[in-house]
């Protein structure tokens, strides 16, 4: 079955920069468009960028635009999201899946930013 296996979160100061990392199996990964959210206490999930299957095409909200880089290593099956210049509002628990699809989730990885 669709698994998604989240990591690389961590406690960090404002500025501060985590690499996030998401291994996932069940499906044909390189053949999938994929997408990170995130989700703050006692609220959906929501969208934090894109990666295409084909030609790495990359998107954003606008909240992480020039500070996040989502990218993919089809031959590991892995997704990854470099977040850099942290802030506390980034605080949330980061989840991956597949682009149109809204189940299946990991279990995340928590991202705190915090002085």
């Known amino acids: 079955q669709v698994e998604f296996e989240e990591s690389g979160g961590g406690l960090v100061q404002p500025g501060g920069s985590l690499r996030l990392s998401c291994v996932a199996s069940g499906f044909i990964f390189r053949s999938a468009g994929m997408r990170w959210y995130r989700q703050f206490p006692g609220q959906e999930r929501e969208f934090v960028a894109f990666?295409?299957?084909?030609?790495?095409?990359?998107s954003y909200s606008d909240d992480v635009k020039g500070r996040f880089t989502i990218s993919r290593d089809n031959a590991k099956n892995t997704l990854y999201l470099q977040m850099n210049d942290l802030r506390p509002e980034d605080t949330a628990r980061y989840y991956c899946?597949?682009?149109?699809?809204?189940?299946?989730w990991g279990q995340g990885t928590q991202v705190t930013v915090s002085a």
């Open positions: 990666i295409s299957s084909v030609n790495d095409i990359s």
């Open positions: 899946n597949i682009y149109n699809s809204h189940s299946n």
